[in-house]
T-cell receptor
């Protein structure tokens, strides 16, 4: 059974700092890994999706990597801004295209101006 | 932008009542999944519908049921509501498999259900 863990649970950084959010998963037979952003009381916004054949994806100031052998993914945020403050969730899908996503509990990020 | 639409946005129900939540998938998507997110937790998978059939189900009791219509929209029904059913209910749509595009889910804004 896939389990996803995110560390740290909460993070507070000054504006402009580069930061890394960590995600680990127990089953390396992962089909893809998706990072989401969630603002308080809101739904999920997809940030990046990494397929099992890929090692990383980039979108603007965000870069996500996937290492299946070690069961880890990282989300790198460059030059953080107060608007980046939100909860970041990672989720893994199993070894077929429609296996449901298994989520971590998220990392709550606060960027202080 | 024809993203995932959920209704209602907020709902307050009394213990023992029944509730129906609705979801319209993103344009072009035909698979709908439902998730429950308790406060401070990650979303938990409830079930997934494809071609009007429940294809997969998570560890939720039979009080949770669903339906998918020919236009791919979906409903989540919860009977005999408990206080513990209070949560944010998220709907996600997708294509049925990776053959046609990089696979990923698109989520709606959710329905906040409060059971009192």
């Amino acid at each position: 059974k896939q389990e996803v863990t995110q560390i740290p649970a909460a993070l507070s950084v000054p504006e402009g700092e580069n930061l890394v959010l960590n995600c680990s998963f127990t089953d390396s037979a992962i089909y893809n890994l998706q990072w989401f952003r969630q603002d308080p009381g809101k739904g999920l916004t997809s940030l990046l999706l990494i397929q099992s054949s890929q090692r990383e994806q980039t979108s603007g100031r965000l870069n996500a990597s996937l290492d299946k052998s070690s069961g880890r993914s990282t989300l790198y945020i460059a030059a953080s801004q107060p608007g980046d403050s939100a909860t970041y969730l990672c989720a893994g899908a199993g070894n077929s295209g429609n296996t449901p996503l298994v989520f971590g509990k998220g990392t709550r990020l606060s960027v202080i101006a | 932008d024809a993203g995932v639409t959920q209704s209602p946005t907020h709902l307050i129900k009394t213990r023992g009542q029944q509730v129906t939540l609705r979801c319209s998938p993103k344009s072009g998507h035909d698979t709908v999944s439902w998730y429950q997110q308790a406060l401070g937790q990650g979303p938990q998978f409830i079930f997934q519908y494809y071609e009007e059939e429940e294809r997969q189900r998570g560890n939720f009791p039979d009080r949770f049921s669903g339906h998918q219509f020919p236009n791919y929209s979906s409903e989540l029904n919860v009977n005999a509501l408990l206080l513990g059913d209070s949560a944010l209910y998220l709907c996600a749509s997708s294509l049925p498999g990776p053959a046609t595009e990089p696979y990923g889910y698109t989520f709606g804004s959710g329905t906040r259900l409060t059971v009192v």
